[in-house]
Structures are given as structure tokens and as C-alpha cells.
């Protein structure tokens, strides 16, 4: 039986009905309705906003909260193909996914009170309300014990000020789950576009990630009402403990990456003639293309584990910072690779290297950089945390 080039192991025979059907369908709109639009995306430097309705009705949006808060109830493997698939077109897609699911609805879900989820999860989960996550400050993104945007009690609401940076879907959101320091540690809040005071700033200029939007937000004497605290966590381990999910998420997303690059870069050099032969002929070509595939099917194999000790909740967050480190480098290199495969051609958004090797700069760095997941490790290896 002919082996599947771009699944080498047969990773696909480990798969469950409802997975393989999960990752056929987001395979299927990310050809029919990612695909055909992304470059030109990139090139203007736009989020595709029509796809939301549709990622949506899939059930791609917080696809593993319970079917009653509207969720799609589906497993951690699912969620992480659904990465997988979505981020074979775009790591923008992927991200949109990952911040609506992982970063917002979860937190709700997990740390939020009954009227929180009943409020907010069935609208997100139909796109109607999209959300971002803010943590990240300009002064230190990887230090975020040292945030300095606060929240105060003021009477019986808390009132909000700082700002956040680097925020995925800022200026698309309708809330924005709003990490602060108040006298009791850091807590978690719910901030609504319209409240007086918040507000969000594109940033421009990106060369990475085009195709999604990335904004500053802004607190200036927000006024939450008590019922916008997500009363059920407190201190880092919320926000952390929303990465971890994000951050397991990512782990597979870019092994679509790699995948569309590998693709781009075989087709290419099966076609490409130089010196009276396919550029696929050439022993160093096959070389770069064969560890290529390598690097896909053990990056394949860790998230699959990965996923499946999550759904037996043995999942630890030193496992996921391994997979991430490993697997957004892997892609990287191989979108690089395939660049270079392309020759000129290949600096060009017509081809997808590129385009994915530009985006992987920003994997790389968010949901914790490759250097704080390789210190995570060290410090379960040695029981020094080097921080
Ligand atoms: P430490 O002070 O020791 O721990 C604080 C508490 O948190 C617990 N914890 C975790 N819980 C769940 N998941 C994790 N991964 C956790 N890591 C730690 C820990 O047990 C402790 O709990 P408790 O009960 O004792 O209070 O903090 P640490 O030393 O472990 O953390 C240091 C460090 C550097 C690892 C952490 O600060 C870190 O991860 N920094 C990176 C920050 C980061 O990743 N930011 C990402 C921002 S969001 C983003 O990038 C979105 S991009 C989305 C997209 O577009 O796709
Ligand atoms: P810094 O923390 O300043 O790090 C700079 C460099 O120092 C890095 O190379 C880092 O690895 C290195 N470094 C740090 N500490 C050490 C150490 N102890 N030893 C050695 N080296 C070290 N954040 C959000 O909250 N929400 C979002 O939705 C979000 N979306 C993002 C989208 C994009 C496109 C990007 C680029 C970022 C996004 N982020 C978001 C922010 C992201 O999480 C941060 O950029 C990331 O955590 C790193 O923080 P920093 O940029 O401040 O870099």
C-alpha cells in the first residue's frame, strides 16, 4: 500500500471516526475557503473577518467547551488537528482560533461564574462575540509577574488602568479578558468594548503574521462591575493556566505549516528543470526534503501523544513547553528551507514558504518564547529555575 508522503507513520491510523471526520472537514475549508484568499490577505495586511460565521458553524470556536455553553464538546486531539489544519493555511487563522478558544472562552469556562458562561460562551461560540487576551506588557512580555496594569476597588466596582501589548483580535474584540494586579494578587477581568476609558490601537508595520490583527489596549479609569471579575481563580496560574491550553494548541498548529511547505517546496522541485534535470533529482534536494519529513513525523507524533495525555488529564506543562519549542522550531526551519527550495520564486507571497516562515517569527516568540520554554525544561531537569 502506497504510504501518505505527508504522513509517513500513518499517524492518521491512530485517529479515532470522529477525529479523522473532524480533520477532513477543516482540511476542506481551509483548501476551499482559506487557500484561495490567504496570499492576497497577507499582501493587504487584513484579518478575513467572512470567515468567522463559518469557522463558527464548524464548531472550530471553542470546539472543546460543553455542547450546553454551545461549545462542540469535541477532545483535545480534535482541537489540536483543528490547529493543525487551520495553520496549513495561516498561522493568522490558527491564532484567531486559538485566542477565541484556548485564551478566552476557556478562561470563562474554567474561572468564570455560572451567568459569566451563560452570558458570553454560546455568542462566542457563534462568533457573534469575539474576544482577546490581555497579559502581555510592553516592559517584559515573558515576565508577566511584573505587570503593572492594576485594578482597584472603588465602592462596589473595581476601576481599571494600564494598558497591554501585542494583543491578538484587540481591535476586532467585543471583551477582552483583561489580566491585573489588585491588592489580592492578579485577577482576571472581563472588559467590554463599549465601557468608557478602554480602548484599542492597531499596530501597523508588522512583517509577520499580515493576516491577523494584532492592537495595544488601553485602560484609563475603566469601571468594571464586581460581576465582570472571574471570581474562580487568582493569581498567575490563571493566566498560565490559560497558555497551557493555548500553548498545546500551538504545538500542533505549525506542523500544518510545515506540511504546506514541504508540499510547495516537492511539487516545486519535481517541476523545476535545471542543468537537464528535475531539481527533485539532485541528491542534496532530496536530502533537505527527507528531513524535512522526518522532523513533520516526530513533531507529529509528540502532539499526538501530547494530545492524548491530555484527554486522560496527565498533561503536564513541562511536556507542552517541549512540544512547542520543538515543533514551532521544526516548521520554522523547514519554511526557511523550502524558501530557499523556491529560489526567487520562493520570496514571493505566490508560494506559501515564505509567507508561513514570516509568520513562525511570531509563533516562535508568543505563548512564551522558544528560550522560556527551553528554561521550563531545564528547570524540571535540574530543579533550578533559572528565570
Ligand atoms: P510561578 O510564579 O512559578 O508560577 C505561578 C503559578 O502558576 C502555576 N503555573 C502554571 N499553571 C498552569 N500552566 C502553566 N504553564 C503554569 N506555569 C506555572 C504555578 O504552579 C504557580 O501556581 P501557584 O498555585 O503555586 O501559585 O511562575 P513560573 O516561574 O512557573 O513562570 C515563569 C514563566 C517564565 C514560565 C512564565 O512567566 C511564562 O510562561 N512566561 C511567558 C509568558 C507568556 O507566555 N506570555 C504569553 C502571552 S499570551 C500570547 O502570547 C498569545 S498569542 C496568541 C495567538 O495569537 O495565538
Ligand atoms: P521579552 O520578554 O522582552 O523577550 C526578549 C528576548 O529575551 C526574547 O528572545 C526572550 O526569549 C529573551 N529572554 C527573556 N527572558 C530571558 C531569560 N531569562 N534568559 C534569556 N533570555 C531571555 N500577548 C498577549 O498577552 N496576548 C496576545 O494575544 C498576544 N498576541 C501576540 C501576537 C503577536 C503577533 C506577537 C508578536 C506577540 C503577541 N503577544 C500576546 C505577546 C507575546 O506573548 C510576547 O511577545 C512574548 O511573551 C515575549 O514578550 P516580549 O515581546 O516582551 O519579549
Given at each position: 500500500m502506497a504510504l501518505n508522503p505527508y504522513d509517513l507513520y500513518d499517524i492518521r491510523s491512530l485517529l479515532s471516526e470522529e477525529e479523522c471526520a473532524v480533520q477532513d472537514a477543516v482540511a476542506r475549508f481551509t483548501d476551499e475557503r482559506v487557500l484561495p484568499i490567504i496570499g492576497e490577505c497577507f499582501d493587504r495586511g487584513?484579518?478575513?473577518?467572512?470567515l468567522i460565521p463559518e469557522m463558527a458553524a464548524m464548531g472550530?470556536?471553542?470546539?472543546?467547551?460543553p455542547t450546553e455553553y454551545g461549545g462542540a464538546g469535541l477532545n483535545s486531539v480534535s482541537y489540536g488537528l483543528i490547529c493543525q489544519e487551520l495553520e496549513r493555511g495561516d498561522s493568522g487563522i490558527r491564532s484567531f482560533a486559538s485566542v477565541q478558544s484556548s485564551l478566552c472562552m476557556y478562561p470563562i469556562y474554567s474561572y468564570g461564574s455560572e451567568d459569566q458562561r451563560r452570558r458570553w460562551l454560546p455568542d462566542m461560540a457563534a462568533g457573534k462575540v469575539i474576544g482577546c487576551f490581555g497579559l502581555?506588557?510592553?516592559?517584559?512580555?515573558?515576565?508577566?509577574?511584573?505587570?503593572?496594569t492594576n485594578a482597584r476597588r472603588d465602592g462596589g466596582d473595581w476601576l481599571l488602568n494600564g494598558s497591554k501589548m501585542w494583543i491578538t483580535n484587540g481591535n476586532l474584540a467585543n471583551i477582552a479578558i483583561v489580566w491585573a494586579l489588585t491588592d489580592d494578587g492578579i485577577n482576571g477581568f472581563i472588559v467590554e468594548k463599549d465601557m468608557p476609558g478602554f480602548s484599542a490601537q492597531l499596530i501597523h508595520r508588522?512583517?509577520?503574521?499580515?493576516a491577523s490583527v494584532t492592537s495595544a489596549l488601553f485602560f484609563d479609569n475603566v469601571r468594571l462591575p464586581?460581576?465582570?471579575?472571574?471570581?474562580?481563580v487568582k493569581g498567575l496560574k490563571g493566566p498560565l493556566g490559560c497558555l497551557t491550553q493555548a500553548r498545546y494548541g500551538i504545538t500542533w498548529g505549525p506542523i500544518g505549516a510545515a506540511i504546506a511547505c514541504l508540499k510547495e517546496a516537492v511539487d516545486y522541485s519535481k517541476s523545476r528543470i535545471l542543468f537537464n534535470r528535475p531539481l527533485a533529482a539532485n541528491q542534496a534536494v532530496q536530502l533537505k526534503l527527507a528531513d524535512m519529513s522526518r522532523r513533520i513525523t516526530l513533531a507529529q507524533l509528540l502532539s499526538l501523544q501530547l494530545g492524548r495525555l491530555k484527554d486522560a488529564g496527565q498533561m503536564q506543562p513541562t511536556q507542552v513547553s517541549l512540544a512547542k519549542w520543538n515543533n514551532v522550531r521544526m516548521a520554522l526551519e523547514i519554511a526557511r528551507e523550502a524558501r530557499d527550495i523556491l529560489g526567487g520564486a520562493g520570496i514571493t507571497t505566490e508560494y506559501c514558504p515564505i509567507r508561513h516562515a514570516l509568520n513562525l517569527e511570531s509563533v516562535v516568540t508568543y505563548e512564551g518564547t522558544e528560550t522560556v520554554h527551553q528554561l521550563v525544561v531545564g528547570r524540571e531537569l535540574t530543579g533550578i529555575n533559572a528565570f
Open positions: 487584513e484579518f478575513p473577518m467572512q472550530l470556536l471553542g470546539s472543546s467547551i502581555t506588557e510592553a516592559h517584559g512580555g515573558s515576565d508577566p509577574a511584573s505587570m503593572k508588522k512583517m509577520s503574521l499580515r464586581e460581576c465582570n471579575r472571574l471570581p474562580n
